[in-house]
C-alpha cells in the first residue's frame, strides 16, 4: 500500500473505484454518485491545485484502491483538521485504510507544526470506519446525535480523535519495538 499525490492518469481507476453505492453511502454528498471519469477528472485537477496537497491517493499493486486526505481548519479551529478516507468495495477487510489512516496522521502531523488534533466523524451505522480509527490510535469523543443526513435518512456521528502528544507517544513506542 501506498499513499501519493493523485495524478491525471488516475482518473480511470479512480472512476472505476468510486463509482459504487456501498462507497458512496458512508462518503459526503460532496463525493457524487454516480461517478464518472468526468468527476475523476474534475477532483483529481482540484487535488492538485490545492496547496498544500492534502488530498492524496491510495495504492495497491499499482492500482488506485481509493483516496484519504485531510481538511486544514482557519480561525480559532486552525490547529485542528478532518481526516476522510474511503476504498473501493474490493479492498474492504484487508487493513489498508488503517495503514493509509497511519501514514496521513503521520504525515499530517510532521507537516503542519501548528496542528493539534487531527478527527474523523464517521457515520453511526458505519462501524467499519470506526475500527480503522480505533486501530489508527484514535480515540471516540461522543455521538453527534442527529448530525447528519445521507440519502434521506437523518443520522448520528462519532466523533473520533487523535491528538498530538497521543500520535507521539505511541510513534515513541513504535521505535522502541
Given at each position: ?6 495524478r ?7 472512476g ?6 456501498r462507497?458512496?453511502?458512508n ?10 471519469i468526468e468527476d ?7 487535488a492538485?491545485?490545492?496547496s498544500?496537497?492534502t488530498?492524496?491517493a491510495?495504492e495497491?499493486s ?15 479551529e ?11 468495495h474490493?479492498?474492504w ?7 493509509a489512516?497511519?501514514?496521513?496522521t ?8 501548528e496542528?493539534?488534533?487531527?478527527y ?14 480505533q486501530k489508527?490510535?484514535y ?9 447528519a443526513?445521507k440519502?434521506g ?21 513504535a521505535?522502541?519495538?
Amino acid at each position: 500500500m501506498v499513499v501519493r499525490e493523485w495524478r491525471p492518469g488516475d482518473a480511470a481507476d479512480l472512476g472505476l473505484q468510486a463509482n459504487d453505492r456501498r462507497v458512496w453511502l458512508n462518503l459526503r454528498d460532496a463525493f457524487p454518485h454516480p461517478y464518472g471519469i468526468e468527476d475523476a477528472e474534475r477532483f483529481i485537477a482540484m487535488a492538485l491545485e490545492a496547496s498544500p496537497r492534502t488530498f492524496l491517493a491510495i495504492e495497491v499493486s499499482g492500482r488506485i484502491a481509493g483516496g484519504i486526505g485531510y481538511t486544514l481548519h482557519t480561525d480559532v479551529e486552525r490547529v485542528g483538521a478532518e481526516v476522510g478516507y474511503w476504498l473501493g468495495h474490493e479492498y474492504w477487510g484487508r487493513g489498508i485504510a488503517t495503514a493509509a489512516l497511519l501514514t496521513v496522521t503521520s504525515h499530517a502531523f510532521r507537516a503542519h507544526g501548528e496542528l493539534r488534533r487531527l478527527y474523523a466523524v464517521p457515520f453511526a451505522w458505519n462501524p467499519a470506519s470506526a475500527r480503522v480509527l480505533q486501530k489508527a490510535g484514535y480515540r471516540c469523543e461522543g455521538t453527534l446525535r442527529q448530525s447528519a443526513i445521507k440519502d434521506g435518512r437523518i443520522l448520528d456521528q462519532w466523533m473520533y480523535a487523535i491528538l498530538r502528544e497521543e500520535w507521539q507517544a505511541g510513534e515513541e513506542r513504535a521505535v522502541e519495538e
